[in-house]
């Protein structure tokens, strides 16, 4: 499928150029999209696996996870002091802030030293295992896919109370149906477009507040 090809093709460019950006430019925008261009790649992955299902899908995800999971702790750090600084008035919790701004240079660091260019060489060589795979797919499988998670989307979304988890889960869900959807070209029309991104940014708006109050209610207890 020739989508699948130039869908990859797309997440191969943004993530390259991501990773060779002047770190001293990474602010919480760049290290969000860096994060949503690689969450992009695992939906792509796990839709291939569906398709194909003979690769060895985890071990390709490996370099990806890794910097994904540090800039995930440096985008939380990141989405705290945002709010903080929105809701709250800079005489409160001045040493809670400044214990913050701590962690947050700290993650930073971190998250510097894992950007390198034998980790760009990984990632592009990783890239390229992935493209025979890619023309193997079968049409009819990646629309099955779809479909089923479609359903279970459906399925979860129409229970009459929803855990933490399962919002979590609901919230995933659906990012990933949306990135494998623009994958193959699919687009919602846009008599639909308007509602079928609401519960997404509703959701990520309740998550940033769960990171908060997840954050807050640790460093009480270290206390």
Known sequence: MKALKKYLEKREAAITALLR???RSYDAPTVHTLRVEIKKVNAFLHLIFYAVG???RKKIFKPFKAIFRQAGKLREVQVEEAMLKKYA?????TEYRRDLKKLGLQEQKDFYSILNRKLVKR???????IYPIVSEAD???VTQYLKKKQKKI???ATKNTLQTAELHKLRKWLKELEYNRNSVGIKEPK???VKANTLPILLGK???CQVLIRHMEKVTKDR
């Open 191 to 193: 008599s639909r477009s």
């Open 21 to 23: 950006k002047d770190i």
């Open 154 to 156: 459906e399925k979860l």
């Open 123 to 129: 990632l592009k060589k990783n890239f390229h295992k």
């Open 139 to 141: 049409k009819k499988k």
């Open 54 to 56: 003979d690769f060895n």
């Open 206 to 208: 309740w998550h940033d």
């Open 89 to 93: 008035f800079n005489s409160l919790l």
